[in-house]
């Protein structure tokens, strides 16, 4: 059976998801739930720990290269009985038996992820590639962690998800950019073609607690050179637009209870908050 799409092409019928191990269903299995979460050193990924340890039938496990990453940023959970760090690069093959995937690894920041342009294409296409054949393995759900540079230089503002976007495939923003569509079109072949549970969050600028001070992103200058009392470097044309969001926002509505709670009460609360803020 096929469906059409909003461009006209066929698509074919998703699968179902493959069962979960049967170790999830054992009587002595001690953790209800656990979860990987790739790149949870990093600045968002270890607020999303902070969340997710929280839940004391949560076991978390963090894989991360820390290239733009800090076990600072997780000393709070180090030894914590119902959390594991590991030093592993999602480009390589990851075998362990989890209910949930949050795939966050990769530098975000244009000065890191322009730093090594090829590695950034790995980490995005390869790296997605080994998660999600990690999921299907184990029959877990995967949340993929995209990006508002997918829009490329958008020609339409804001952008709708209905938007495909403005890219240009050559430039230096490109290995990010693209490499990020890619991982997108992998979450949803994956999903059609072997029926994995997939949710992918494209993250808008975000901003707070544990941002690399020498990050190079547009918060993180402005505030350093304001405590320096240098002038603010505004790069041209200085017409630029952002959508900014507070870290704990992000983890909280846009990965946290987009990856734990169904989709229909999720498009249920975003509809319910539209209709609060569009009341205003
Ligand atoms: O010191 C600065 C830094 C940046 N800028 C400008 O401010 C705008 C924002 O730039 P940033 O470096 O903060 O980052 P961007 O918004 O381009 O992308 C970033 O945020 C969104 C995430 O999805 C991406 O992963 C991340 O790259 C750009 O137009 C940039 O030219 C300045 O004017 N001065």
């Not at 066929?10 to 191990?21: G, M």
């Not at 999303?48 to 600072?72: C, P, Q, R, W």
């Amino acid at each position: 059976m096929a469906k059409n799409t909003s461009n006209g092409e066929h698509q074919t019928t998703t699968k179902p998801p493959p069962t979960p191990s049967p170790l999830r269903n054992s009587k002595f299995f001690q953790s209800n739930m656990r979860i990987l979460v790739t790149g949870g050193a990093g600045f968002i990924g270890s607020h999303l720990v902070d969340k997710l340890m929280e839940n004391e039938k949560n076991e978390v496990i963090v894989a991360d290269n820390y290239f733009t990453g800090s076990k600072d940023n997780l000393k709070k959970w180090i030894g914590h009985p119902r959390f594991e760090l590991i030093r592993h690069d999602v480009t390589e093959p990851l075998l362990i038996e989890v209910d949930k995937i949050y795939h966050l690894a990769c530098p975000a920041s244009p000065i890191f992820y322009k730093h090594n342009p090829v590695k950034t294409i790995k980490t995005n296409v390869i790296g997605t590639l080994n998660m999600l054949g990690l999921a299907k393995r184990v029959g877990a759900r995967i949340l993929l962690t995209s990006t508002s540079e997918v829009y490329g230089d958008p020609l339409e503002h804001p952008q709708t998800e209905s938007y495909w976007g403005n890219v240009n495939p050559i430039g230096v923003r490109s290995c990010y950019d693209e490499g990020k569509r890619v991982a997108e079109t992998l979450m949803f072949d994956y999903h059609r073609q072997h029926g994995i549970e997939i949710r992918i969050a494209r993250i808008f600028n975000t901003y707070g607690p544990r941002m690399n001070i020498d990050d190079g992103r547009v918060v993180s200058n402005f505030i350093a050179q304001a405590l320096r009392g240098e002038p603010l470097t505004v790069q041209a044309p200085g017409t630029q637009t952002r959508s900014f969001c507070y870290v704990s926002d992000m983890v909280c509505e846009n990965i946290y209870n987009f990856m734990t709670i169904g989709l229909t009460m999720y498009w249920l609360l975003l509809r319910f908050f539209e209709a609060q803020f569009s009341s205003c």
